[in-house]
């Protein structure tokens, strides 16, 4: 595959910003070689600096679940810019989305938005700090909640430490009221937990954890920490901004034992476009700036164009039977690759949360922890990457990201894939031998 004008693109681009990205998974470097440049997409391909066009599993991390540059999602975009990209005023198209959400969320929640993920959990936290006066927050090992300084954090060794930061420039006081628990694992988590007993804020998890892996949890687990953090008066807060409208619940965490108290969101309810959310119950959410005395704002929270994108896109999803699609996609894609993988005799799973799949390499078991996924089975990916690559087929450039369909792939876009992972998957093992 030509990548001589990606390539070009990328030396210039390091020239001007760090790394020559602007967030840094997108540099390639668990997977080798120079990012692609894309320059148009739709449906379910892109084509890239050098004129390739490629299928994509990416789709800008999971918002594009209609597919690339969707008539309607791209309408309504338009015709809102044309009145004006931004006011810093309340809006219509916030009230329009804030309606389409609350067909899916409990009754007599309340939604506010801002413009990123990361934004929407930093709120939570502050609002579940603020609302229940205590300073502690529990998170889970493998699970990543936006880069605000206090959720940059890791386990260290043993079951349950007050985490460490996992990036330079995060003061220790960020942290220090972190407590790092890890996945599939009540016992450790609720021992945890009842040692912090009344200084327990919140627990946060991913509604399923994606971004280290995809590490589908026990429904008794998650019962666990919701009926743990309620029998201490602290808060659960599911953080949807990957999952949330990507499988057949919308939002799984109202199905999956959480039940929580605070729903984050972000990607597919922007559609491509900056947004991030938190909901919560009426009484909860009074507690946010100006009704209440936790603060929260933004310039361009609930942006009309955003917005617009966003409930364009529930709207696409709707209309087109979205949700029934992306499963009968999902389920093609996971019972092609089970066939292939059991013709090849390797040992590799396909983990499948409706339209978000992960494929786990050098094991027999499908992992629900962060800790049991193998580090050497990072090298295979990076060989299966550069393969499908070739074949035209672009997945995240990292082993431990997901890949996301949309409703724009087609049956024989996911055939095609199907093939192409048999073929890439012996290269991987075979050059590892
Ligand atoms: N929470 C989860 C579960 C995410 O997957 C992400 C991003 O991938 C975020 C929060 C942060 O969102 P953003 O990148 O929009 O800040």
């Known amino acids: 595959m030509q990548r001589h004008n990606s390539s070009k693109l990328f030396e210039k681009a390091k020239e001007l910003m760090p790394g020559g990205v602007s967030s840094p998974v997108r540099a390639f470097r668990a997977v080798g070689g120079a990012p692609i440049y894309p320059v148009r997409g739709k449906g379910s391909h892109f084509t890239d600096a050098d004129g390739n066009r490629l299928l994509d599993y990416c789709m800008s991390w999971g918002p594009l679940v209609v597919g690339h540059a969707h008539p309607k999602v791209v309408e309504a975009v338009t015709e809102t810019a044309k009145r004006g990209l931004s006011f810093g005023m309340p809006h219509d198209s916030e009230i329009r989305l804030a309606a389409r959400l609350s067909q899916d969320l409990p ?107 995809l590490l589908v949890q026990r429904a008794e687990f998650l019962e666990d920490l919701r009926q743990v953090s309620r029998e201490l008066g602290a808060m659960v807060i599911a953080d949807e901004v990957l999952v949330g409208y990507r499988t057949p619940s919308v939002l799984v965490s109202r199905e999956n034992g959480l039940d929580p108290d605070l729903i984050t969101l972000g990607k597919v309810i922007g559609g491509g476009m900056p947004v991030g959310a938190i909901a919560g119950p009426a009484e909860t959410m009074a507690s946010l700036a100006p009704d209440g005395p936790v603060y929260q704002a933004g310039t361009l929270s609930g942006n009309p164009v955003a917005m617009s994108a966003g409930l364009a896109t529930l709207e696409v999803l709707e209309a087109e039977g979205g949700q029934a699609r992306l499963e009968q996609l999902g389920a093609r894609l996971e019972s092609g690759f089970v066939s292939v993988a059991a013709g090849l005799s390797l040992p590799v799973r396909l983990q499948r949360a409706g339209s978000i799949f992960w494929l786990a390499l050098d094991t027999e078991t499908l992992p629900r922890s962060a800790e049991a996924i193998a580090s050497e089975s990072m090298d295979k990916y990076q060989t299966l990457h550069q393969g499908m690559l070739e074949r035209g087929i672009y997945l995240a450039p990292s082993g431990y990201e997901v890949g996301f369909l949309s409703t724009a792939h087609t049956e024989e876009d996911i055939d095609r894939t199907i093939e192409a992972f048999g073929e890439c998957l012996q290269e991987a093992y075979r050059s590892s031998d």
């Not at 939604?111 to 502050?126: D, H, K, N, P, Q």
């Not at 007050?162 to 220790?172: D, I, K, L, R, Y």
């Not at 407590?179 to 946060?204: I, N």
Request: charged residues 20%.
């Open 107 to 213: 009754e007599g929640w309340q939604v506010r938005f801002v413009s990123s993920g990361t934004e929407a959990v930093m709120t939570a936290l502050r609002l579940a700090r603020g609302k229940t006066g205590r300073d502690v927050i529990a998170k889970f090992t493998g699970c990543y909640h936006g880069h605000s300084d206090c959720l940059l954090v890791k386990a260290g060794s043993g079951l349950a430490t007050f985490g460490t930061a996992s990036s330079a420039g995060v003061p220790e006081g960020a942290t220090n009221d972190v407590l790092v628990l890890g996945l599939d694992d009540s016992t450790g988590a609720v021992d945890a937990l009842r040692k912090v007993g009344d200084r327990l804020a919140a627990v946060v998890i991913e509604g399923i954890p994606a971004n280290n892996g």
